[in-house]
C-alpha cells in the first residue's frame, strides 16, 4: 500500500467518494469549493485506489473531511492508516489542531483515533453529524 498526496483533487479520489457517499450513502452534494483548496490523499493498493482523505488549513486550525475507503477494503485499518497520513502532514505543516465533521456512526472510529466531540449535533443531507478535534 502506498499513499501519494496530491493539491488537486485526483480523479481516484474522486470516484472513491462517488462509490462511498453517493452510490452507498446518498448523498447528493458531495463535492464543493473545498475541493479546490485542499490537499488530497489517496491510498493505491497496486493500481487500485482504495481510501482517501482531504485537509486544509483555516485560521491556524486544520480540518479534515471526506474520508471514504470502499467496500471491498474495509476492516483492513486503512482508514486509521490514512488519518494518521494527514496527521503527519499537517503537523509537519505546524498543525496544533484538527478538526472533524464526523457522521454519527463514524464517531467510535474517530474516538479510537483521538479525537473528542463537541457542540451540538446537527445534520449534514438529513444525516446526523457531530464536529470533534484533536489536539496535536
Not at 485560521?59 to 471526506?66: D, F, L, M
Request: with cysteine; hydrophobic share 35%; glycine share 6%.
Amino acid at each position: 500500500m502506498i499513499t501519494k498526496k496530491y493539491d488537486i483533487l485526483p480523479k481516484e479520489a474522486k470516484k472513491i467518494r462517488i462509490k462511498v457517499f453517493m452510490n452507498e450513502q446518498g448523498f447528493k452534494d458531495e463535492f464543493d469549493e473545498l475541493d479546490k483548496i485542499c490537499t488530497h490523499l489517496v491510498t493505491f493498493d497496486g493500481d487500485i485506489p482504495c481510501a482517501t482523505i482531504r485537509f486544509y488549513e483555516q485560521n491556524k486550525v486544520y480540518y479534515i473531511g471526506r474520508l471514504a475507503v470502499i467496500k471491498e477494503y474495509r476492516g483492513k485499518h486503512l482508514g486509521a492508516v490514512i488519518v494518521n497520513e494527514a496527521e503527519k502532514l499537517i503537523k509537519d505543516k505546524g498543525g496544533k489542531e484538527i478538526r472533524l465533521h464526523s457522521q454519527i456512526q463514524a464517531m467510535p472510529f474517530y474516538s479510537k483515533q483521538g479525537y473528542t466531540p463537541f457542540g451540538k449535533q446537527d445534520f449534514d443531507e438529513d444525516c446526523p453529524h457531530m464536529w470533534m478535534k484533536k489536539e496535536l
